[in-house]
C-alpha cells in the first residue's frame, strides 16, 4: 500500500468514525428549537455556548465532575495495581488451581449482571457501602477483562529473563517490580485507558450504588436528562462533550506508552 | 513454559503468585463470585422480587424448552453475534494495522478512531436513534436532499438488525483496536529488519510475523466481543427497545424484562445459565483452537 | 510512566480531599440524635424535585427537626431501583410513585387507615378516580394522590386551517369516521406533510382507543383478562389501518422516534399523548398554534386516567416523620402550589389552580376525563397488567407489521396475562 492511498484511506475512515460526533458536537451548540426545525442544518445557524452554561448551572455539574473524576482515577489506579499483578501470576507461575482461577474469572464475564442485581444490592447494603463512591470504586475494579488483557501480554515476555533473574538472586517482588513493570508498560497504557473509560462511563455500579444526588457522577446525571417520552437534549448533548473531555486527555497522555520494541532489548526469540 | 528447571512447591511457585493475585481475588470474591453464586442458585427456585421464594427444581428450565419468545431471542442473538464478532475483530485489526506506525499523525488518526469508544452507550444510542430517525434523522435528511428515497433505518426488521450491527462495530472498533496496536507494537523491531532483508512484501510480514505475533491478542479480542455481543443490550434498548416488534429482542433483554417486569427472578435466571452454558462452550472452544494453532508451529 | 502515576496520585489525592470536604458537609447537617432525615425517593419529569423541596420549604421551617434527604433516580429506572431497595430491606422513607407503582408495591406501602388518624378529612378533597388508584384491593388506601394525568389528543390549528377544517369545531363533536377523514384531508391539502398522527409508543396511550371501541383488558370481576373480545379487534384493527394507510408514521411504534418532537416540527398534525404534553408544548412551541381538543368518539368517549403519588414504606426507618410530612404535602394548600408550579393537573377537586396560560387545554383535557369509565382505572391498577406491559407492546407491534393477525395479537395477550392471575 502506498503512502497517499494509506492516507485517503484514513482520512475516510475518519470521516466515518467522525461525523456521528461531529454532529453532535454542532448539535450542542444549537438551542433546542433550532434541533427539531425544518429544514435540517449540519452548521448550527446561531451558534451558541448557552447550552453549556445551562449545563453548568443545572444541579451540581462541577460536583458530578468531581464524583466521576475521583472514581475514575482511584478505581484506575487499583485496577492497574492488582490487575498487573493478578496477570502476572495467572501467566508466569506454574501451580495447582491457576486455569481453574483463571477460567471461572472469565467464566464471570459471562454472566448477564441483571440477574445478580439484587444480591449486589443486598451485599453493598450490608457492607455499608450504598451511597458511598467506595461502593462504586471498589467492586468493578478487579475486572476479568484487564487481567485477561495482562496475562496475554505476559505471556509474550520470555521466560528467560525471569530466570535469569531468579539465578541471580533477585527476590519474586524485585522480579515483577524491575523487570515486569517496564516491560508491561504497553499493557499498562491500554488498562489505564480503558479502566479510565470504564469508570468514567460505567452506569451499572453507581445505578445500583448512589441514589443521593450529592453522590452522583457524570453518567447518573446524564441519565436523569432523558425522560419517559422526553430527552432534555440541549443539556444532554453539551454535558456529554465536556464528559467526554477527560477521556481524551487519558487517551492521549496513556498512548505515547505504545511503544514498539518494548520488549526487544535483551529478547531473542 | 520449563516445567523441569522450577523445582515445585517452592516459595517463588507457590506463595509469590497466590500473594499476587490476592487482592484481585478478594475483591473479586466478594463482590462478584458471592452474588453470582446466589443469582445462578434463584434458577431452581420460583423467585419474586418482592413476594416468595419457592423451590421449583428443574422447572424453569423445563419451561425454557417450549417458551417461544426465549428461542427467538436466543435466535436473534446468535444471527447478532454472527455478524458482529468477525465485522468487528476484522476492522479493528484492519484499522490498528493501518494506525501502529510512530509518528505523531498516526497517533492523531488513532485519538479519532478511537472515540465512539468513549461515548457511554446512552449517548451512542440516542444519538444514533436521532440520525437514523425515518423523520427527523439528518441520514435519510440528506439521502432525500441529493434526490436519494429515504430509508427504514431502524423501523424495518431486516434494517434494524444491519443498523445495529454496524453502530455495534462503529462504537467498539475502537476498543479492540486499541487492543491490537497494544499487541502490534510488542512485536521487536528486529524481526521486522530481518524480514524487510529478505525482502518480503507487506503482506508477506502480515502473514508471517504480524499474525503470528498477535495471536495472543487475537484471542482476547474474539473472546471478549464473543461474550460482549452475546451480552448486548443497554445500546440496543436505547436504539430499537428490542423493535421493530421483537425483531432485535436479544436474551439479555429477555432476561431483564421477565425479571423485573415480570418478576420471575427463577426463570430470568435460568435463561441467564442457558445463556452462560452457551459462551462458556464457545469460549472453551476458542481458547482450544488458539492452542492447537501454537501446537502446529 | 512515573510522572503520569504520580501525577495520578496527586489526582488521586486532591480528589480525595474534595470528598472528604463533602463528607463533613454530611456530618454538620445529620448531627444530633433527635434530628430526623428523612430519605425521598423522587423522579423528574421536568422540575418536580425542586418544586417539592420549595413546597414543603415552609413544613421544614416549622419542624426544624426533619431535614430530606432527596435521591433522585432517572424515571427509566425507577421501578428497578425502588424493587432493589424493597428486596434488600431498605426502602425510602417517601417515595413519589405512579399509578403502576402504587399497583405493583401496594403490599409494601403503609395502610393509611390504620396509620393516618382523621383519614376521611384528609381525603375529602380528592377526585375518586384518583383515589381509586391508591385503593389496594382489600378496600384500604396505600398512598396519597398528587397529581392527575389523563390521555388526550394535541393538534396542530395550522396545518387543519390549511386543509380548510376548522378543527376546533369540529372536534367538539366527532367520531373516528371524522377523524380518519380530516387526518387524510390534512395529509393530502398541506404540501410536504407526510403523516397526520404522533401516538405515545405505549400501550398506556394505545388502550384510549381500547376504551373507545368499547373494549377493556381485565374482565368485570378483575378475576382475568376480558381482552379477547370484537371491541378489542376493532380497536386493533383501527390501529393498523392508521399504520397501514400511513397516517401513523412507523417510526414511532417500528422504532422509537419521539411523537412529541414529531409534532413540535409540524411533521404531524395531531398528537396522542398525555396532559403533561401541554406543559411541554406551552415552552416549545412558538412557530404555530396548537390546541388540546377531545377525543374523537367510537362507541364511547373515553381519556384514560392515570396519576401521581406519594407513599410511605412499611419498613420505612422515619415511618411517623415520613407520614407527617407526607400528609402536609397533600393538603390542599401545598398540593396546589406544588400543581401550579409543575404545570399539572391536580387530583383534588377541590383546588382551583390558575395555571400561568393553556386553561383551556387543561379544561378539554378534563372534560374527556369527566366522561372516562370507572373501568379504565380498575384496569391499570392491576399489577398482572404492568407484568405484561412490554408484552403488549411487542405483540400489538408484531400485529402491525403483519408478523400475525391481530386475533392472534388479541389471543396471546389474553393468555400472557392470564398467566398471572
Known amino acids: 500500500m502506498n503512502k497517499t492511498g494509506g492516507l485517503i484511506l484514513k482520512i475516510f475512515l475518519l470521516i466515518v468514525f467522525f461525523f456521528p460526533i461531529l454532529w453532535i458536537i454542532f448539535s450542542s451548540l444549537k438551542l433546542q428549537n433550532e434541533l427539531f426545525t425544518f429544514p435540517l442544518t449540519i452548521f448550527p445557524n446561531h451558534p451558541t455556548l448557552q447550552n453549556f452554561r445551562a449545563a453548568f448551572k443545572s444541579g451540581n455539574f462541577i460536583r458530578y465532575f468531581n464524583n466521576s473524576a475521583f472514581v475514575a482515577v482511584v478505581s484506575t489506579i487499583i485496577t492497574i495495581t492488582i490487575n498487573i499483578m493478578a496477570g502476572y501470576a495467572l501467566s508466569k507461575y506454574i501451580f495447582k488451581g491457576r486455569d481453574l482461577i483463571f477460567s471461572i474469572m472469565i467464566a464471570t464475564l459471562m454472566i448477564p449482571l441483571q440477574v445478580i442485581l439484587v444480591p449486589i444490592f443486598i451485599l453493598e447494603k450490608n457492607l455499608g457501602l450504598l451511597n458511598s463512591l467506595w461502593g462504586i470504586i471498589i467492586p468493578p475494579a478487579a475486572t476479568p477483562t484487564g487481567i485477561f488483557l495482562a496475562r496475554q501480554y505476559m505471556m509474550t515476555i520470555p521466560n528467560s529473563l525471569i530466570e535469569a533473574a531468579r539465578i541471580d538472586g533477585g527476590g519474586e517482588w524485585f522480579i515483577f517490580h524491575r523487570i515486569i513493570i517496564p516491560l508491561a508498560k504497553p499493557i499498562i497504557a491500554t488498562i489505564a485507558i480503558f479502566s479510565f473509560m470504564w469508570r468514567w462511563n460505567d452506569f451499572l455500579w453507581p445505578f445500583i450504588v448512589i441514589a443521593k444526588e450529592k453522590k452522583y457522577t457524570l453518567q447518573l446525571a446524564l441519565a436523569n436528562f432523558v425522560g419517559q417520552y422526553d430527552v432534555d437534549w440541549s443539556k444532554l448533548l453539551s454535558m456529554t462533550v465536556i464528559s467526554i473531555i477527560p477521556l481524551v486527555f487519558v487517551f492521549l497522555l496513556f498512548q505515547k506508552y505504545f511503544i514498539r520494541g518494548m520488549t526487544s532489548g535483551g529478547v531473542k526469540y | 513454559m520449563n516445567k523441569k528447571k522450577i523445582p515445585k512447591s517452592s516459595f517463588h511457585q507457590v506463595k509469590a503468585p497466590m500473594l499476587f493475585l490476592l487482592p484481585n481475588m478478594l475483591i473479586f470474591f466478594i463482590f462478584i463470585i458471592i452474588p453470582a453464586v446466589s443469582g445462578l442458585r434463584m434458577s431452581l427456585y420460583e423467585w419474586s422480587i418482592l413476594g416468595e421464594h419457592d423451590y421449583s427444581g428443574l422447572l424453569n428450565f423445563i419451561n425454557l424448552v417450549k417458551d417461544h419468545s426465549f428461542w427467538n431471542s436466543l435466535g436473534n442473538t446468535i444471527r447478532y453475534v454472527f455478524f458482529v464478532v468477525p465485522l468487528l475483530t476484522a476492522s479493528s485489526l484492519f484499522i490498528a494495522l493501518l494506525v501502529s506506525g510512530q509518528e505523531k499523525s498516526v497517533g492523531l488518526f488513532r485519538g479519532f478512531y478511537y472515540l465512539p469508544t468513549m461515548l457511554s452507550f446512552i449517548i451512542v444510542g440516542i444519538s444514533w436513534r436521532w440520525i437514523l430517525g425515518d423523520q427527523i434523522g439528518i441520514v435519510n435528511y440528506l439521502l432525500t436532499s441529493i434526490g436519494g428515497k429515504s430509508v427504514r433505518w431502524l423501523t424495518s426488521p431486516a434494517m434494524a438488525t444491519a443498523s445495529l450491527i454496524f453502530i455495534t462495530v462503529w462504537a467498539q472498533t475502537g476498543f479492540y483496536m486499541v487492543m491490537f496496536v497494544g499487541g502490534l507494537q510488542a512485536i521487536p523491531e528486529t524481526l521486522f529488519e530481518a524480514a524487510r532483508i529478505d525482502g518480503a512484501n507487506v503482506f508477506q510480514i502480515f502473514r508471517k510475523i504480524k499474525f503470528p505475533m498477535i495471536r495472543p491478542t487475537m484471542l482476547v479480542v474474539v473472546v471478549l466481543a464473543t461474550i460482549n455481543a452475546f451480552k448486548a443490550f443497554e445500546l440496543i434498548f436505547v436504539l430499537t427497545k428490542g423493535g421493530p416488534g421483537t425483531a432485535t429482542k436479544f436474551l439479555v433483554q429477555s432476561i431483564y424484562q421477565v425479571a423485573f417486569e415480570e418478576d420471575r427472578m427463577g426463570y430470568a435466571s435460568s435463561m441467564a445459565v442457558v445463556l452462560m452454558v452457551i459462551i462458556g462452550f464457545l469460549t472453551f472452544i476458542q481458547f482450544k483452537l488458539n492452542k492447537k494453532d501454537y501446537a502446529n508451529e | ?144 394522590p398528587t397529581e392527575a394525568t389523563a390521555n388526550g389528543m394535541l393538534v396542530n390549528v395550522d396545518l387543519f386551517k390549511n386543509a380548510g377544517i376548522d378543527i376546533k369545531k369540529l372536534s367538539k363533536t366527532w367520531d373516528w369516521d371524522q377523524w380518519y377523514d380530516a387526518m387524510k384531508q390534512v395529509v393530502a391539502k398541506n404540501e410536504g406533510l407526510e403523516f397526520a398522527l404522533g401516538f405515545d409508543f405505549s400501550p398506556h396511550r394505545w388502550s384510549t382507543l381500547l376504551y373507545e371501541a368499547g373494549g377493556k383488558f381485565l374482565n368485570d370481576f378483575g378475576t382475568g383478562m376480558g381482552f379477547d373480545t370484537p371491541e378489542t379487534l376493532d380497536a386493533l384493527n383501527f390501529f393498523k389501518k392508521l399504520h397501514d394507510d400511513k397516517l401513523i408514521p412507523a417510526s414511532v411504534w417500528m422504532g422509537s422516534e419521539n411523537p412529541q418532537e414529531l409534532f413540535q416540527a409540524g411533521l404531524v398534525a395531531c398528537h396522542i399523548g398525555g396532559s403533561w404534553m401541554i406543559n411541554k408544548y406551552s415552552k416549545g412551541i412558538t412557530n404555530f398554534e396548537w390546541a388540546a381538543v377531545n377525543m374523537p368518539k367510537r362507541k364511547i368517549r373515553s381519556s384514560v386516567p392515570g396519576g401521581k403519588f406519594v407513599g410511605v414504606f412499611k419498613d420505612a426507618v422515619h415511618k411517623k416523620e415520613a407520614l407527617d410530612l407526607m400528609v402536609a404535602f397533600s393538603d390542599k394548600e401545598h398540593n396546589s402550589m406544588y400543581c401550579k408550579e409543575t404545570l399539572n393537573l391536580s387530583a383534588r377537586t377541590d383546588v382551583d389552580i390558575a395555571y400561568p396560560s393553556r386553561s383551556a387545554d387543561f379544561k378539554t383535557f378534563g372534560e374527556d376525563l369527566a366522561v372516562t369509565p370507572a373501568y379504565t382505572a380498575a384496569d391499570w391498577k392491576a399489577p398482572q397488567l404492568n407484568k405484561i406491559y412490554s408484552y403488549i407492546r411487542e405483540q400489538i407491534v408484531e400485529g402491525l407489521l403483519g408478523n400475525q393477525t391481530m386475533e392472534q395479537t388479541a389471543k396471546n395477550i389474553q393468555a400472557k396475562g392470564n398467566s398471572f392471575f
Not at chain 3, 5 to 13: G, K, P, Q, R
Not at chain 3, 37 to 64: I, K
Not at chain 3, 68 to 82: A, I, N, S, T
Open chain 3, 1 to 144: 510512566m512515573k510522572k503520569i502515576l504520580s501525577t495520578l496520585l496527586l489526582l488521586a489525592a486532591v480528589s480525595m480531599l474534595w470528598a472528604n470536604g463533602a463528607k463533613e458537609n454530611d456530618s454538620n447537617s445529620a448531627a444530633p440524635a433527635e434530628k430526623v432525615s428523612l430519605s425521598v425517593l423522587w423522579f423528574n419529569d421536568g422540575n418536580e424535585s425542586q418544586v417539592f423541596q420549595d413546597t414543603m420549604a415552609d413544613y421544614l421551617e416549622a419542624h426544624p427537626n426533619v431535614s430530606l434527604d432527596m435521591q433522585l433516580v432517572p424515571f427509566g429506572d425507577y421501578e428497578k431501583r425502588l424493587k432493589l431497595m424493597i428486596a434488600g430491606g431498605n426502602p425510602p422513607d417517601i417515595a413519589r410513585l405512579t399509578n403502576n407503582h402504587v399497583a405493583m408495591f401496594a403490599d409494601n406501602l403503609v395502610v393509611l387507615n390504620d396509620a393516618v388518624p382523621n383519614l376521611s378529612d384528609v381525603t375529602a378533597g380528592y377526585g375518586k378516580a384518583s383515589l381509586a388508584f391508591a385503593t389496594r384491593k382489600d378496600g384500604s388506601l396505600v398512598a396519597l
